[in-house]
């Protein structure tokens, strides 16, 4: 952490004495800063926002107003352990999102860099979010999910524990989120069906044409053909050039516990 040059915290705002603040960083009014929170160069918490305790933001991350992070864990395992929240460079947390510490399970609830939470969002305890996740309003992760990088979650969505969802892929809103969500896919539904890739979003992130075209061919084998999911994974594994986005799509639903959604 570099030596504090520029630091605005406005009278009303409290802050633990244990916390530690980086350059050109902003507190509104009636913030409140728990202890062993650490706060990132150019960072900003909106007025009364919440850092309970033991919280690391990354540079130039945005809290909005009345958001609450680094709460206790709900869940009823916890034993006030030493635990975190983790929020990378460049997030957005909007207004009243709640982030849970992690328990002894994981110890940290971490958020990856670019990210962007709308209000009303809820992280539980021991979830993992890629660099540059959207997830919109209203829309609840119970506790142990992982999403990787870029995917998008629509709105007042809810994501049953350990679950998974895959990079790339997009989730429409209201959707019941009860198995894993592969890798580069659309779905939407109660309960959570697919319906096929996520095209456009995956050309505006400049996948080209080629592997589409491997990405539509896997996705045929495994969910639109007669073959059943196991025998789908080998005949595209097979028959399907082995590109890295290939293989993650195959190793992906090979390893899931929860299964996966048609």
Same mark, same amino acid.
């Given at each position: ?35 062993? !929170?650490?706060? /990132? $160069? *150019? ?7 919440? #850092?309970?305790?033991? @919280?690391?933001?990354?540079? %130039? ?65 021991? !979830?993992?979010? /890629? $660099? *540059? ?7 609840? #992760?119970?506790?142990? @999910?992982?999403?990787?990088? %870029? ?112």
């Amino acid at each position: 952490m570099s030596a504090v040059t520029s630091v605005r915290i406005h009278p009303s705002a409290l802050v633990d004495p244990s916390a530690e603040l980086g350059n050109d960083v902003e507190i509104g009014p009636w913030v409140i800063v728990g202890s062993q !929170c650490t706060i /990132g $160069d *150019g960072s900003k918490l909106a007025a009364r926002s919440v #850092l309970e305790r033991n @919280v690391r933001l990354g540079a %130039r991350v945005q809290v909005g107003i009345g958001a609450v992070l680094g709460g206790d864990p709900q869940d009823l395992k916890y034993r006030g352990e030493e635990t975190w929240v983790e929020i990378g460079d460049e997030t957005t947390i909007r207004e009243y999102a709640t982030v849970n510490r992690g328990t002894a399970h994981s110890i940290t609830t971490r958020v990856g860099q670019r990210c962007f939470l709308m209000s009303y969002v809820h992280l539980a305890h021991d !979830c993992a979010l /890629g $660099d *540059g996740v959207i997830i919109s309003n209203g829309t609840q #992760l119970a506790g142990h @999910v992982h999403v990787e990088d %870029r995917a998008t979650i629509s709105g007042l969505c809810a994501v049953h524990q350990f679950a998974r969802i895959g990079k790339h892929a997009f989730i429409g809103g209201c959707s019941r989120v009860a198995q894993d969500v592969p890798p580069y896919v659309r779905a939407v539904g109660n309960p959570i069906k697919l319906f096929g890739l996520n095209t456009v979003g995956l050309q505006r992130s400049g996948f080209d044409d080629g592997v589409l075209r491997a990405l539509k061919s896997a996705y045929r084998f495994c969910f639109r053909s007669d073959l059943n999911l196991s025998q789908g994974v080998e005949k595209a594994r097979a028959e399907v050039e082995a590109l890295p986005e290939v293989d993650h799509f195959l190793s992906f639903i090979e390893a899931s516990q929860r299964g996966v959604g048609f």
